[in-house]
């Protein structure tokens, strides 16, 4: 009977043992792993050692890059810290992870991530150091700096250069035909009659990538924002909407009409964007609406073809008003669960991408897209001719941040919606209707009031 | 004196026998079982049971993992009017509906010829299997390149033969079917080996008996296997039909839900709502989810396995 109870007892003890473990491995890893790492650097940096600090990036392969000069540049100017480069998937699987991992306390002393309609959702002001007012920010852009400002608080430093969404566009294509850059809609239209008449696809689209059917319309904003100066705020109260804003619901027509016309490249609904790009670097496709920022998968596709691909914005019902659409730089930002030395240290990394050594670094990673967000910044010479458009409409002032940067609202199924009209699943009209819904649940999510 | 009948006798005069046994040295027998019991239970709870539970409140909730506001119904009334919702809802039982009845269809045939005597009989019964050893995503990614339109094997194949093949994928009105082929190709395997445990338990002396009253191959199927195989059959036909209503993995991978929204099914649209975090609202999702495939499958478990008494 003894023999029976002990082992009862044992049991019992070993069950309470591995739940213990159990509980421990989950809560440890928060709390424990922050409060102990704060007071180890205490005493490790007063005795000049160095402080670790974690870095967080997308696993873009130009990101990567990027991680890895300006965090070597870094550790050349500030020997005593050491920045680690860690990685994450990108896209709405690597939001989730942003997400979790801040509101579980348990986020990287610094990260990169979008700003605009993505920041907001992060509750910067419950999780975000913000930047206080320091030397850098005034050499700052300002559209930078609009678009990672939240309740008027700063939160982030520029990661990289600005970009444009427009239309990328073959101009071997352009020479041989004798075409002009077109600055209406209706010009474009034109072009795009006589490149199928000389036997190319006029326009590529790429449904196999689903992100990268959004940029007729998204590229279209500065156009829109032309005819109502205040539409970003208006359609943030949700007094304008896409399906009843003529400006606005062109931009979808706009798709509409290239589907009609039969514009397209053959293989439209299953290319993905790396088979997009290389058809427009051979000469294949002539026009593709898309981001700046892709041009350096060029290189990787069809060596030597990079510059042969130029750069004009999205055109629109107005020559006078025509400009181009940006998306500013991503921000570098510190959650509020690095403190102490570590704390200190992020802040130093965080400045230190508002500086020309950054910048620097930055471009050997990666070829710049646009011009840097700091005035401290200069672009090489050797830039590629995208670079080259796309600074040339910046400084020319015909340029406007994207409305995800002016609005909070942005609906998550725009490129689906739009994949069904640029395939004739549905119309124009029907699909402004539809992005006006997803909208709305964006809205309600928000708190924002949204008439229906 | 059939197998059949000895089997009834012998777990028709089992079952007291062990409840008496259980009752008498329960004590005894209590002290490894009970805390045998605890780790798992732990693991369950935490895992499973304390995160169901919570996401019922959850589904009421406006949730962005920071904070969670309660909004009564308001979750389920925006689930309710979500544009690709019919559609997804419509799809979903199309999807469950073609593959578990094509599921059943070829795994009885295949079953029948693989009880048969034919060559390599071990080899093929293998050979079938072996899609279901491999992973969803694994067949779906082979699979997008095997149906891509332009460059994919299957379309090169049919235009050899003269035929211009479908865009599978990418076809708004192809897609959702693609997706069951493949869905079908990996999983008739496993209903082949029910049928066939099913028919092999099936008392040789009913085949004798009848071919002795000179019945043709097809009257021994029509009157001997299927009946006596319905027991294979209602287990097919549910774990087809509950994995068909909550399939998700192979979609995911394969249209991704399109081409637009044209192969969304619930749970496609569930996670969408997660990754654009709406998480309150795709917690609601999950709960119609869940309702509905308890409605379809509890119902239809029920009526399965009363016929199956009877017969």
Same mark, same amino acid.
């Given at each position: 009977? !003894?023999?029976?109870?002990?082992?009862?007892?044992?049991?019992?003890?070993?069950?309470?043992?591995?739940?213990?473990?159990?509980?421990?491995?989950?809560?440890?890893?928060?709390?424990?792993?922050?409060?102990?790492?704060?007071?180890?650097?205490?005493?490790?940096?007063?005795?000049?050692?160095?402080? &670790?600090?974690?870095?967080?990036?997308?696993?873009?392969?130009?990101?990567?890059?990027?991680? !890895?000069?300006?965090?070597?540049?870094?550790?050349?100017?500030?020997?005593?810290?050491?920045?680690?480069?860690?990685?994450?998937?990108?896209?709405?699987?690597?939001?989730?992870?942003? !997400?979790?991992?801040?509101?579980?306390?348990?986020?990287?002393?610094?990260?990169?991530?979008?700003?605009?309609?993505?920041?907001?959702?992060?509750?910067?002001?419950?999780?975000?150091?913000?930047?206080?007012?320091?030397?850098?920010?005034?050499?700052?852009?300002?559209?930078?700096?609009?678009?990672?400002?939240?309740?008027?608080?700063?939160?982030?430093?520029?990661?990289?250069?600005?970009?444009?969404?427009?239309?990328?566009?073959?101009?071997?294509?352009?020479? &041989?035909?004798?075409?002009?850059?077109?600055?209406?809609?209706?010009?474009?239209?034109?072009?795009?009659?006589?490149?199928?008449?000389?036997?190319?696809?006029?326009?590529?689209?790429?449904?196999?990538?689903?992100?990268?059917?959004?940029?007729?319309?998204?590229?279209?904003?500065?156009?829109?924002?032309?005819?109502?100066?205040?539409?970003?705020?208006?359609?943030?109260?949700?007094?304008?909407?896409?399906?009843?804003?003529?400006?606005?619901?062109?931009?979808?027509?706009?798709?509409?009409?290239?589907? !009609?016309?039969?514009?397209?490249?053959?293989?439209?609904?299953?290319? &993905?964007?790396?088979?997009?790009?290389?058809?427009?670097?051979?000469?294949?496709?002539?026009?593709?609406?898309?981001?700046?920022?892709?041009?350096?998968?060029?290189?990787?596709?069809?060596?030597?073809?990079?510059?042969?691909?130029?750069?004009?914005?999205?055109?629109?019902?107005?020559?006078? +008003?025509?400009?181009?659409?940006?998306?500013?730089?991503?921000?570098?930002?510190?959650?509020?669960? +690095?403190?102490?030395?570590?704390?200190?240290?992020?802040?130093?990394?965080?400045?230190?991408?508002?500086?020309?050594?950054?910048?620097?670094?930055?471009?050997?990673?990666?070829?710049? +897209?646009?011009?840097?967000?700091?005035?401290?910044?200069?672009?090489?010479?050797?830039?590629?001719?995208?670079?080259?458009?796309? +600074?040339?409409?910046?400084?020319?002032?015909?340029?406007?941040?994207?409305?995800?940067?002016?609005?909070?609202?942005?609906?998550?199924?725009?490129?689906?919606?739009?994949?069904?009209?640029?395939?004739?699943?549905?119309?124009?009209?029907?699909?402004?209707?539809?992005?006006?819904?997803?909208?709305?649940?964006?809205?309600?999510?928000?708190?924002?009031?949204?008439?229906? | 004196?059939?197998?059949?009948?000895?089997?009834?006798?012998?777990?028709?005069?089992?079952?007291?026998?062990?409840?008496?046994?259980?009752?008498?040295?329960?004590?005894?027998?209590?002290?490894?079982?009970?805390?045998?019991?605890?780790?798992?239970?732990?693991?369950?709870?935490?895992?499973?049971?304390?995160?169901?539970?919570?996401?019922?409140?959850?589904?009421?909730?406006?949730?962005?993992?920071?904070?969670?506001?309660?909004?009564?119904?308001?979750?389920?009334?925006?689930?309710?009017?979500?544009?690709?919702?019919?559609?997804?809802?419509?799809?979903?039982?199309?999807?469950?509906?073609?593959?578990?009845?094509?599921?059943?269809?070829?795994?009885?045939?295949?079953?029948?010829?693989?009880?048969?005597?034919?060559?390599?009989?071990?080899?093929?019964?293998?050979?079938?299997?072996?899609?279901?050893?491999?992973?969803?995503?694994?067949?779906?990614?082979?699979?997008?390149?095997?149906?891509?339109?332009?460059?994919?094997?299957?379309?090169?194949?049919?235009?050899?033969?003269?035929?211009?093949?479908?865009?599978?994928?990418?076809?708004?009105?192809?897609?959702?079917?693609?997706?069951?082929?493949?869905?079908?190709?990996?999983?008739?395997?496993?209903?082949?080996?029910?049928?066939?445990?099913?028919?092999?338990?099936?008392?040789?002396?009913?085949?004798?008996?009848?071919?002795?009253?000179?019945?043709?191959?097809?009257?021994?199927?029509?009157?001997?296997?299927?009946?006596?195989?319905?027991?294979?059959?209602?287990?097919?036909?549910?774990?087809?039909?509950?994995?068909?209503?909550?399939?998700?993995?192979?979609?995911?991978?394969?249209?991704?839900?399109?081409?637009?929204?044209?192969?969304?099914?619930?749970?496609?649209?569930?996670?969408?709502?997660?990754?654009?975090?709406?998480?309150?609202?795709?917690?609601?999702?999950?709960?119609?989810?869940?309702?509905?495939?308890?409605?379809?499958?509890?119902?239809?478990?029920?009526?399965?396995?009363?016929?199956?008494?009877?017969?």
């Amino acid at each position: 009977m !003894k023999i029976q109870t002990r082992l009862r007892r044992r049991g019992a003890i070993a069950a309470l043992a591995a739940v213990g473990t159990l509980l421990a491995g989950c809560g440890g890893s928060s709390g424990g792993s922050s409060s102990a790492s704060t007071t180890t650097g205490t005493t490790s940096n007063s005795s000049g050692k160095t402080t &670790k600090i974690s870095f967080l990036v997308d696993n873009g392969d130009g990101t990567v890059a990027m991680a !890895k000069a300006v965090t070597d540049a870094f550790h050349a100017a500030h020997p005593n810290i050491t920045v680690d480069v860690q990685t994450r998937p990108g896209g709405g699987d690597g939001d989730n992870i942003v !997400k979790t991992r801040l509101s579980t306390g348990d986020m990287a002393d610094v990260f990169q991530y979008n700003n605009g309609s993505l920041l907001q959702p992060l509750k910067p002001a419950q999780t975000l150091v913000p930047v206080d007012a320091a030397s850098w920010t005034s050499d700052l852009d300002k559209n930078f700096v609009d678009s990672t400002t939240v309740d008027g608080k700063l939160y982030g430093s520029p990661w990289g250069p600005a970009f444009g969404g427009g239309i990328l566009y073959n101009i071997p294509v352009y020479k &041989k035909l004798g075409l002009q850059i077109p600055q209406t809609w209706a010009q474009f239209m034109a072009n795009s009659a006589k490149i199928k008449a000389a036997g190319i696809a006029p326009v590529i689209q790429t449904y196999g990538d689903t992100w990268t059917s959004q940029l007729i319309v998204l590229g279209d904003y500065h156009n829109v924002e032309a005819t109502t100066p205040d539409w970003a705020t208006k359609y943030s109260n949700g007094q304008i909407k896409y399906a009843t804003d003529p400006a606005a619901l062109r931009s979808f027509q706009h798709l509409e009409d290239l589907h !009609k016309a039969g514009y397209f490249n053959k293989d439209y609904r299953s290319a &993905k964007l790396n088979d997009g790009l290389k058809e427009l670097a051979t000469g294949t496709g002539a026009q593709y609406p898309m981001l700046g920022s892709v041009v350096a998968g060029i290189e990787q596709q069809v060596p030597g073809k990079i510059n042969d691909v130029g750069f004009f914005p999205v055109p629109g019902d107005s020559a006078a +008003t025509n400009g181009l659409t940006i998306w500013p730089a991503n921000g570098i930002y510190i959650p509020k669960t +690095t403190k102490g030395d570590k704390l200190a240290a992020a802040k130093e990394f965080q400045a230190f991408f508002a500086t020309k050594a950054a910048c620097d670094a930055l471009t050997k990673g990666q070829a710049p +897209t646009g011009p840097y967000m700091s005035k401290q910044c200069t672009l090489p010479a050797d830039v590629t001719q995208v670079t080259k458009d796309t +600074t040339k409409y910046i400084t020319e002032g015909k340029a406007s941040t994207a409305l995800e940067f002016k609005s909070p609202v942005k609906g998550p199924n725009l490129e689906k919606i739009l994949i069904q009209v640029g395939s004739g699943i549905e119309s124009a009209q029907k699909g402004a209707q539809d992005y006006d819904q997803d909208v709305r649940k964006q809205a309600q999510q928000l708190g924002l009031s949204w008439a229906s | 004196m059939t197998p059949v009948t000895t089997l009834q006798q012998s777990t028709g005069t089992a079952r007291p026998v062990a409840r008496r046994h259980r009752t008498r040295t329960a004590p005894v027998d209590a002290r490894y079982p009970y805390w045998f019991y605890l780790l798992p239970a732990v693991v369950y709870g935490v895992f499973f049971l304390v995160p169901t539970v919570v996401s019922f409140y959850y589904a009421f909730t406006r949730w962005d993992l920071f904070t969670a506001h309660w909004v009564g119904l308001e979750n389920f009334r925006t689930f309710f009017q979500e544009q690709s919702l019919v559609r997804g809802l419509t799809n979903t039982l199309i999807y469950a509906a073609i593959t578990s009845g094509l599921k059943v269809v070829l795994g009885m045939a295949l079953a029948v010829l693989l009880t048969s005597k034919i060559i390599a009989r071990g080899y093929l019964r293998s050979v079938l299997f072996f899609p279901t050893l491999v992973s969803t995503i694994g067949i779906g990614i082979t699979f997008t390149v095997l149906m891509n339109p332009e460059k994919g094997l299957i379309n090169n194949m049919l235009s050899h033969a003269g035929v211009t093949g479908p865009a599978w994928l990418v076809d708004p009105s192809w897609a959702l079917y693609s997706v069951a082929f493949v869905d079908v190709w990996k999983g008739v395997g496993l209903a082949t080996v029910i049928y066939i445990a099913g028919l092999v338990s099936i008392p040789q002396e009913y085949y004798e008996a009848a071919r002795v009253d000179g019945a043709s191959s097809w009257t021994v199927f029509r009157h001997i296997m299927l009946p006596l195989a319905r027991p294979a059959t209602a287990t097919v036909v549910l774990l087809s039909l509950i994995g068909g209503l909550r399939s998700f993995d192979l979609i995911w991978t394969m249209t991704g839900g399109g081409p637009g929204f044209t192969s969304d099914v619930i749970a496609s649209v569930v996670y969408k709502q997660y990754q654009a975090g709406f998480y309150g609202l795709s917690t609601a999702g999950n709960v119609v989810l869940f309702v509905v495939v308890a409605i379809i499958a509890v119902p239809l478990s029920w009526f399965l396995n009363r016929k199956e008494v009877q017969a």
